[in-house]
């Protein structure tokens, strides 16, 4: 039942948005999209967590290669690079990721996952494409297959790969690594969507410049002198200078940022002690912390080491025992929409699309797309753009205050999975075929 009124929704759109004559691609879209769906729900169904995405990479692997994609396995631990050269013209590189999440499914949908399996720090855990990274590669292979179809009417190089481990920030880093721009054809373009949990499905949202933001995760370990509750004039509390530190770190956004240039820092683990009386020789923080720019990026980390040492110092602390705060690494770097290129295909896709393309604010979340134009920023255009998931219905009941949305990552994230793949599906090929016009 869900299924069929989600297909009539489809059909809806298609009528409302498409232009008096006949839409070719949109009607090609339309009957490929069935068979799409089931591959959507088989994708749903088998989640593979970050670098473990083997079974995934294999079914799709071998689909582009039926297509007639010549296709290489295991760039970047589990990554699939599948090109195909059509004559003279640019390259173009299409990307989707493939990984799920460390998430028990809580959708009660038909497909819905039952996979467990051992997350990055050894626990076992369910498994769900709790971030839509299902409707990602369901609507790459549709596009590899409208393309593959229409070699006649395009020219130059596609790369179609599928990413591992966006989820850890670094599959795109290892494929790279691996000679993704070296042992095949380098892109001039590099294109990719990401399903988007705040807009109605079928809308396209596209951000030019900075899309998404630099991610930094920080600990800070700040050691103590630890002793007896009731005699605390013996003691360095870590408690009492990890809580100042915590209220200082506040100021990096409030009184040293410039308030047009957003940036956030959050301290979400803050652990010390085990009893009542006992006053710790440790505390313990975790910080993520965003931002768009290189600059600004290193203003706040410079920040949080200044702060945990300056308020160690304040509080009387040893030398050996100021903090240690640590920047993981890699982190994921902030992605950028080249604006020419952005404006250059939301030109193509707005009238096809009537209504439904609309430019949305950045976001702080992070993607680690990006580094496909930090590696060649004079030479690669770039650009992601959001395709919305939220069924209209839901939609709706949300306006009127009536349900709140789940976020991505959620355990209740369901998109409107056919609306999104046909929409996005349609929007990448007209792209790609736009970029690479004979
Ligand atoms: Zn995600
Ligand atoms: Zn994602």
Redesign the pocket.
């Given at each position: 039942m869900r299924m069929m009124a989600i297909l009539a929704g489809v059909s809806a759109l298609a009528l409302g948005a498409v232009p008096a004559q006949a839409d070719e691609l949109r009607d090609a879209v339309a009957a490929d999209l069935p068979a799409l769906v089931e591959l959507y729900r088989d994708l749903h169904a088998n989640p593979e967590l970050s670098f473990q995405e083997v079974e995934t990479a294999r079914k799709l692997a071998a689909r582009a290669r039926a297509l007639g994609f010549t296709v290489t396995e295991g760039v970047g631990k589990t990554g699939v690079v599948a090109v195909m050269e059509n004559g003279p013209g640019p390259v173009v590189l299409l990307r989707a990721?493939m990984d799920g999440l460390p998430v028990v499914e809580q959708t009660g949908l038909p497909f819905a996952s039952k996979k467990r399996a051992l997350a990055q720090n050894g626990t076992e855990t369910g498994v769900m494409h709790a971030?839509?990274?299902d409707t990602h590669m369901t609507a790459w292979i549709g596009t590899a297959q409208l393309l593959a179809a229409r070699k006649s009417e395009w020219s130059g190089t596609l790369v179609m790969i599928l990413q591992p481990a966006?989820e850890i920030g670094q599959g795109a880093k290892a494929m790279l690594e691996d000679g993704l721009f070296t042992r095949f054809p380098k892109p001039d373009y590099v294109l990719a969507f990401?399903d988007a949990a705040q807009f109605p499905a079928g809308q396209i949202g596209y951000s030019k410049g900075f899309a998404l933001a630099n991610v930094d995760s920080v600990d800070v370990v700040v050691p103590g002198v630890g002793g007896h509750g009731a005699y605390p004039h013996t003691t360095k509390d870590p408690i009492v200078i990890a809580s100042s530190i915590v209220m200082r770190l506040q100021t990096l956004v409030s009184r040293e940022q410039n308030p047009n240039d957003p940036a956030v820092v959050t301290v979400g683990s803050f652990q010390a002690g085990a009893k009542h009386n006992i006053i710790p020789d440790e505390a313990r923080l975790q910080l993520t912390v965003r931002s768009y720019s290189d600059e600004t990026r290193k203003r706040l980390l410079d920040g949080i080491a200044r702060i945990a040492k300056g308020e160690a110092i304040a509080a009387g602390v040893p030398e050996d025992k100021l903090p240690r705060v640590t920047v993981q690494d890699p982190y994921t770097p902030a992605t950028y929409n080249t604006p020419e290129f952005t404006d250059q295909v939301m030109a193509g896709l707005k009238p096809r699309f009537e209504g439904r393309v609309f430019e949305v604010p950045a976001v702080m979340g992070g993607e680690d797309f990006g580094r496909f134009y930090r590696a060649d920023k004079a030479n690669v255009q770039s650009l992601i753009f959001w395709v919305g998931g939220v069924p209209q219905a839901e939609w709706e009941r949300a306006q009127k205050g009536e349900v709140e949305l789940p976020s991505?990552h959620s355990p209740f994230w369901a998109p409107d999975a056919p609306v999104v793949i046909a929409t996005a599906t349609e929007a990448l090929t007209a792209a790609t075929l736009k970029l690479m016009e004979k």
């Open positions: 990721d971030c839509g990274h966006e990401h991505l």
